[in-house]
């Protein structure tokens, strides 16, 4: 069976292709911005035009436009191929991949979010989160959460705010969605954001 795996929450736009839990070919750009027009391109790109039978998608937290671009894609090439399509949360991929080097110990993933605040969540050694994710100034995460071992891409301000610890600096990859817990995979495709948005209906 082949699975594609579409990550596009932040800055880095990702797209991998598996077959049999071995990966066929990747595909990893770190944009900022632009992902509605490089996805589709990077996928096609893969052998066969990246067609699986199944897809994983990023639900974030991370950028609201890039979340829902790779969520609307994904839709779409389920559609298309009549391929089961299941998300899983940002964070808990940044997890997975730190856990390749670290994989005998919890990780605080710690990823940049709006006004300055920290995405942060802690994961156990399996890679299951031990509570919700939450958005926080750097100097409340520093306080609340004492993980030796933070990953992402404020990890490195993070142990740098609270003075101990060990930071993996790194953004999402699709090349390790296999690699995440299957109880944390969900066919409840709602964007996880965060954070309330910025804009706000008239009173």
């Not at 035009?49 to 950028?63: D, M």
């Not at 309330?196 to 209906?201: H, V, Y």
């Amino acid at each position: 069976m082949r699975l594609l795996a579409i990550d596009c929450a932040t800055e880095a736009c990702s797209v991998a292709l598996f077959e049999d839990g071995g990966l066929v070919s990747s595909r990893h750009e770190v944009l900022g911005r632009g992902h509605a027009e490089k996805l589709v391109p990077m996928i096609a790109d893969l052998p066969d035009r990246g067609r699986a039978e199944a897809i994983r998608v990023s639900l974030g937290p991370g950028s609201f436009t890039g979340t829902r671009i790779g969520l609307a894609t994904a839709r779409a090439l389920g559609i298309a191929w009549k391929a089961e399509v299941l998300g899983y949360p940002t964070l808990a991929l940044i997890a997975a991949i730190a856990r390749e080097s670290s994989s005998k110990t919890g990780i605080l993933a710690s990823m940049a979010g709006g006004h300055g605040e920290f995405f942060v969540q802690p994961f156990d050694a399996e890679g299951l989160a031990l509570e919700d994710h939450r958005s926080l100034a750097p100097e409340a995460a520093a306080k609340l959460y004492d993980c030796e071992v933070v990953a992402g891409n404020r990890a490195e301000a993070l142990v740098e705010q609270r003075g101990f610890g060990t930071a993996i600096d790194l953004l999402p990859d699709a090349r390790f969605a296999h690699r995440l817990p299957v109880s944390l995979l969900t066919d409840d495709l709602r964007p996880i954001y965060g954070r309330a948005p910025d804009a706000r209906l008239p009173g």
